[in-house]
C-alpha cells in the first residue's frame, strides 16, 4: 500500500530538558520541534541509530527484535524495522510505517507479526509512550528465566527502580493482539517489563530514552546475574533507591546517554540517514 506523507529531511532542534529531577515526569511528552516533519525525520533518525547500536552491543538474534516510534502526525501509526534486515544495516529509508490495523502504509519489504502485536498495543493502551523496544538480548534473557523482577542493587539499577514491571504469561511466540494488550497492560507507565521465558521491554517518551534504557536493563540483568553467581548481593536501601530514582530517573540523562552514542555512530556510519 501507499500514502501520500510529506517526509522532511531535515532534523530540528535540540529537545527541551525538564530541570526538575524529582518531578514524576518520565512519561511526559517531550517538546515538539518546528514542524511535524522535523519531528519525524528526527525519530526515523534516532530509530534507524538504535537499531545499529543495538546490533553493536550484540542485541541482533536472527529475526527477532523490534523498535518503533510513534509518527508525531498519525499517531496512531508506527514506523518499525522490517521483517529479516539485520539491525546493523538498517537506514531511515528502510523503516516501515504500520497502521493500527497492522497494514504496512510506506514501505516494501515485510511487517514481522510479532512487531505489530506487541507494538501496536503498546502505542494504543498508552497515548504518551513514543518508542518502544524488545529485543532477545543474552542478559534480558537469561534473566526473565527466574520469573522475578530485578533488585535494586546498583546506583544505575535505581533508574528502574519500581518502574519494571512483570509479565509471567508467557504462552509462546507473540503473534496474537490479545496477548500484546496483557503485555502493554503489565506495562502500564513504566519503563520496562521482564517477559518470563521470553526477555526484557522497555518503553520511553522518546525513541531516545527508549533505547537507551533498554541498554541500560539488559546491563542491569547481567550485574545482577554476575552479583548473585559470586555470592549474595545487598540491595539499595529502599529509602536511598526511591531518592536516586528521583535524581536519574528521568528522560533527560537516557536521552544525553543515547545522544553520546549516536553522534559517533553517524561520524562513523553516516549511510544510516539516507
Known amino acids: 500500500m501507499s500514502a501520500v506523507l510529506s517526509i522532511d529531511r531535515r532534523d530540528g532542534p535540540s529537545l527541551q530538558l525538564n530541570p526538575n529531577p524529582r518531578q514524576k515526569f518520565w512519561f511526559d511528552p517531550p517538546a515538539r520541534r518546528f514542524n511535524v516533519e522535523a519531528e519525524r525525520r528526527h525519530r526515523q533518525e534516532r530509530l534507524a541509530g538504535a537499531f545499529r547500536l543495538f546490533a553493536r552491543f550484540g542485541f541482533a538474534q536472527g529475526l527477532a527484535g523490534h523498535i518503533t516510534a510513534r509518527d508525531p ?5 508506527f514506523w518499525v524495522n522490517p521483517l529479516g534486515l539485520n539491525f546493523a544495516r538498517i537506514k531511515v529509508s528502510d523503516l516501515l510505517l504500520v497502521n493500527a490495523k497492522g497494514e504496512t502504509v ?8 510479532a512487531a505489530f502485536a506487541i507494538h501496536a498495543a503498546i502505542h494504543e493502551h498508552n497515548p504518551k509512550i513514543v518508542a518502544a523496544a524488545h529485543t532477545h538480548s543474552t542478559y534480558g534473557k537469561a534473566w526473565s528465566t527466574l520469573g522475578r523482577k530485578l533488585d535494586t542493587l546498583t546506583q544505575d539499577a535505581c533508574v528502574f527502580h519500581g518502574d519494571v514491571a512483570l509479565f509471567d504469561d508467557f504462552t509462546g511466540m507473540v503473534v496474537d493482539d490479545s496477548e500484546g494488550l496483557r503485555i502493554a497492560k503489565a506495562l502500564g507507565d513504566g519503563k520496562g517489563a521482564i517477559l518470563k521465558n521470553h526477555g526484557i521491554l522497555t518503553a520511553g517518551p522518546s525513541v531516545e530514552a527508549a533505547a537507551w534504557w533498554y541498554i541500560a536493563l539488559d546491563n542491569a540483568c547481567h550485574t545482577q546475574l554476575l552479583a548473585e553467581a559470586a555470592g549474595k548481593p545487598q ?3 529502599e529509602a536511598v533507591a526511591r531518592h536516586t530514582h528521583d535524581q536519574i530517573g528521568g528522560p533527560e540523562g537516557a536521552l544525553h546517554s543515547f545522544e553520546s552514542l549516536y553522534e559517533g555512530l553517524v561520524e562513523a556510519e553516516p549511510e544510516l540517514l539516507l
Open 73 to 77: 502526525e498519525l499517531t496512531d501509526h
Open 106 to 113: 510506506i514501505g516494501e519489504r515485510p511487517l514481522n507479526k
Open 235 to 237: 540491595p539499595i536501601d
